[in-house]
T-cell receptor, first 114, second 115 residues
Framework: AQSVTQLDSQVPVFEEAPVELRCNYS??????LFWYVQYPNQGLQLLLK??????LVKGINGFEAEFNKSQTSFHLRKPSVHISDTAEYFC????????????FGAGTRLAVHP | DVKVTQSSRYLVKRTGEKVFLECVQD?????MFWYRQDPGLGLRLIYF???????EKGDIPEGYSVSREKKERFSLILESASTNQTSMYLC??????????????FGQGTRLTVV
């Protein structure tokens, strides 16, 4: 069975500082990997996805993530955060040969302070 | 603009009531999903459907059922609501096998309170 572990439940950071949100997954098959963001009282919005090819994936709002197959990780990074990045971030995995159902981590709450 | 629409943003129901949560997508997607979101637990899959009248149990199906009579509509049913079903419910849809277009689109969520 697939599973996703987000290693930090909360990450406080100052504005304009870099940030990394960590995600590890377990799966015995080839996977697709995703990062979603949820702003308060809203649904989930896709930040970026890894399907195949280059292991460094760039997404919206200046975020990027690197797929590391040997470490089964897919960490999300941003070199300089803004107040508006305050949100909850979810890492997810799906079986590339299955129904595209997503298995989510518990989420990381990013709080950007002035 | 692609859209997944959930019929209610907020619902308050009494214990024992039968509750219907409706979801409609306009993208002609084959797959539709119902998730439950709770603090510290992330999103957990309740049920999903890959075709009309087809359904599969997710990780936490107990206490829930679903209905998919039309491709664009997927309903979640709480047969007899209980207080432990108080939660945020999120609907999503995706292509069957999307290739480079693989992505799930989410509705705004329904916050259900059972009293």
């Amino acid at each position: 069975a697939q599973s996703v572990t987000q290693l930090d439940s909360q990450v406080p950071v100052f504005e304009e500082a870099p940030v990394e949100l960590r995600c590890n997954y377990s799966s015995s098959v080839s996977v697709y990997l995703f990062w979603y963001v949820q702003y308060p009282n809203q649904g989930l919005q896709l930040l970026l996805k890894y399907l195949s090819g280059s292991t460094l994936v760039k997404g919206i709002n200046g975020f990027e993530a690197e797929f590391n197959k040997s470490q089964t990780s897919f960490h999300l990074r941003k070199p300089s955060v803004h107040i508006s990045d305050t949100a909850e971030y979810f890492c997810a995995v799906s079986d590339s040969g299955g129904y595209n159902k997503l298995i989510f981590g518990a989420g990381t709450r990013l709080a950007v302070h002035p | 603009d692609v859209k997944v629409t959930q019929s209610s943003r907020y619902l308050v129901k009494r214990t024992g009531e039968k509750v219907f949560l409706e979801c409609v997508q306009d993208m002609d997607h084959e797959n539709m999903f119902w998730y439950r979101q709770d603090p510290g637990l992330g999103l957990r899959l309740i049920y999903f459907s890959y075709d009309v009248k087809m359904k599969e149990k997710g990780d936490i199906p107990e206490g829930y059922s679903v209905s998919r009579e039309k491709k664009e509509r997927f309903s979640l049913i709480l047969e007899s609501a209980s207080t432990n079903q108080t939660s945020m419910y999120l609907c999503a849809s995706s292509l069957w096998r999307g290739g480079k277009d693989t992505e799930a689109f989410f509705g705004q969520g329904t916050r259900l309170t059972v009293v």
